[in-house]
């Protein structure tokens, strides 16, 4: 279908989730879906900086129904935490994986003792799935719909070819521990997504990259994206996008009413765009031999829970 990113479908009724939301793509997502109508909930580990965002997106969409949820993804305690307010709601209809840490300093570990970035993108965003998939699928059930688990991957995915047999083993190179630990979300969520097939249940994992969001092309948010803010320089600005554009496959993965679960959602010129659905990757989408289950084992240990998608 022609999607437009400015021209949202009426999210009216259904609550979302977006983890990293107090700035770059994961807030622009939430200003978006806010303005489109949903309840969008807050969630990254900041007080200060949730307040921040919460009252950006109320000045920018005075109807805005918007509230916000402490998390910490470097502690697997503290997501419990989050979860267990989460699981409060009224009803849940999506969650944004998109929180995480942007070290790339190997050394940094999470409360839990696991490498940054691999605790806090494959790890944490394991584990609150796990808390929350019983709410996303009793609102679904409820209200006759498909709960929709959008994960945010990265184009590195596709440029380093990095193993996943042993997660817990780091690379000496931070991108190429942060590719590592995206390509383990990347096979996590499609094998999520066979098994919520296999299982019968109303819920759709999907995948989405961002392109290249940069600051130098971001519009000013008061406390959020503004000269009190830290601005990082970006070598590849000239091709670039704002991380409000960036936002886009993201927040068209949650709304789109024809999104199907296994999808995979990208700017259309892969570095920035309107948003499309590109063929998955065949190394991430379908494994040779039983990666994606050893890999699911993997994450589940690392996790510290079992992932059920029973029936």
Do not use: C
């Amino acid at each position: 279908m022609t999607w437009d990113p400015t021209r949202l479908p009426d999210q009216t009724g259904r609550t979302i989730v977006v983890t990293g939301s107090t700035a770059g793509i994961g807030y622009f997502a939430a200003e978006q879906l806010a303005a489109a109508g949903a309840d969008v909930v807050l969630a990254s580990r900041s007080h200060d900086k949730l307040r921040r965002a919460a009252t950006s997106i109320r000045s920018r969409v005075p109807q805005a129904r918007v509230r916000h949820v402490a998390l910490e993804l470097g502690s697997l305690a503290a997501v419990d935490e989050a979860a267990a307010e989460l699981a409060l709601l009224p009803r849940l209809d999506a969650v944004l994986l998109n929180g995480g840490a942007m070290s790339m300093n190997r050394r940094e570990l999470t409360a839990d003792g696991l490498p940054l970035l691999l605790g806090t993108h494959v790890a944490a965003n394991a584990r609150l799935l796990a808390r929350l998939l019983p709410t996303l699928v009793a609102t679904a059930v409820d209200h006759g719909t498909v709960a929709r688990i959008v994960h945010t991957s990265t184009g590195f995915v596709q440029l380093l070819r990095v193993g996943i047999d042993d997660l817990r083993q780091v690379p000496a190179i931070g991108v190429v521990a942060y590719t590592k630990a995206k390509t383990a979300t990347e096979v996590f969520a499609f094998e999520l997504d066979r098994r919520l097939r296999a299982a019968g249940l109303p819920a759709a994992s999907v995948v989405t990259r961002p392109g290249v969001g940069v600051d130098a092309k971001t519009p000013e948010r008061p406390g959020v994206r503004d000269d009190t803010t830290p601005y990082q320089r970006n070598p590849y600005t000239p091709w670039a996008q704002g991380k409000d554009t960036a936002a886009w496959s993201a927040v068209r993965a949650l709304t789109d009413p024809e999104v199907r679960g296994g999808e995979y959602f990208s700017p259309v010129g892969r570095l920035r765009g309107a948003p499309v659905a590109i063929v998955p990757p065949a190394r991430t989408a379908t494994p040779a031999g039983d990666a994606a289950s050893s890999l699911w084992r993997q994450v589940e240990d690392l996790a510290g829970v079992p992932i059920d998608v029973g029936a």
